[in-house]
């Protein structure tokens, strides 16, 4: 069962950038389309970012979009969001995922879930 271990996440000024990043476990992490959720508080979980097994194919939330860049590293078994250009409204909970699909225009996660790292912008 694939484990994933979040890191990067904290307290960043608005305009700044942070680079998270997502070790998994697994010897067949290359399979996965992976991806990245977040949570604000008092907001639902919401989708982030999706990269495809190759890393060629990438999708983003039209909020994030132009900012965040989403990469895989699948010799370290890592996925990595690099957010740039963050606003206060980026402030949120960010999780890694595992095993995302697509149907009817929206991402769901099959697999796993990281424990989630915290985002902080301040204005």
């Known amino acids: 069962q694939m484990q994933l271990v979040e890191s990067g996440g904290g307290l960043v000024q608005a305009g700044g950038s942070l680079r998270l990043s997502c070790a998994a476990s697994g010897r067949t992490f290359s399979n996965y389309r992976m991806g990245w959720f977040r949570q604000a508080p008092g907001k639902e979980r919401e989708f982030v970012a999706a990269i495809s097994w190759s890393g060629v194919t990438t999708n983003y939330a039209n909020s994030v979009k132009g900012r965040f860049t989403i990469s895989r590293d699948n010799a370290k078994n890592t996925v990595y969001l690099q957010m740039n250009s963050l606003k206060p409204e980026d402030t949120a909970v960010y999780y890694c995922?595992?095993?995302?699909?697509?149907?009817?225009?929206?991402?769901?996660?099959?697999?796993?879930w990281g424990q989630g790292t915290q985002v902080t912008v301040s204005s």
């Open positions: 995922a595992a095993d995302l699909t697509y149907t009817s225009g929206s991402y769901s996660v099959r697999g796993s």
